[in-house]
């Protein structure tokens, strides 16, 4: 276990990383950091002791946040005195199931409507999701049109409720 700036002589736990990993925020949705988007996988310490391995998944293979992650990662972790390696994993592929219920709510808060449960009608390729699954985040209504298959970022898609009139976004199920 590495010793690091968090208290001179202590070790740094693995419960230490963790908690600093989750004052990162996503940097495509700041109302949420990466330990709950899901995408930081493990934490393990080297051998020797100098450093850490933070193991993590992009929400996509081509996440062009995954940099913006993996950078402040290495800036929150160097901070504290760290070695930092980020190892990225594609197995398992990363899923909007492993958001917590807390992370959805947060993602409503924010104005944008959070996945729904992952169901094989959501992976079927010629399947797309009903706009009745798609729950408005300002008045909750299901009455919502898809205005585009992607949003602002790959991951959400643009909608609109036809019951209060808002655009929003949903977070897409994958």
Known sequence: ????????????????????????????????NIVELGVVRDVIFSEDGSGVEV??????????AMKVM??????????????????????????????SEETKAKLKAYGISPPPKL??????PLSSVKNAEVMCPFCDSKNTTLTSQFGST?????????????????FKCH
Do not use: R
């Not at 700036?5 to 940097?27: F, R, V």
């Not at 193991?55 to 062009?64: A, I, L």
């Not at 169901?119 to 079927?124: A, K, N, R």
């Open 1 to 32: 276990m590495p010793f690091g700036k968090m208290g001179a002589s202590t070790p740094i736990t693995t419960d230490a990383i963790w908690n600093l990993l989750k004052q990162i925020p996503d940097p495509e949705v700041p109302a949420i």
């Open 55 to 64: 193991v993590m998944t992009p929400t996509y293979s081509g996440c062009p």
């Open 70 to 99: 993996e950078d402040d990662v290495k800036e929150k972790l160097s901070a504290e005195g760290l070695e930092v390696k980020i190892k990225i994993i594609y197995k398992p592929a990363w899923t909007t199931d492993w958001m």
């Open 119 to 124: 169901t094989f009608e959501h992976l079927h």
């Open 154 to 170: 790959a991951c959400k898609a643009l909608h609109f409720c036809d019951n209060c009139h808002q655009p929003f976004e949903l």
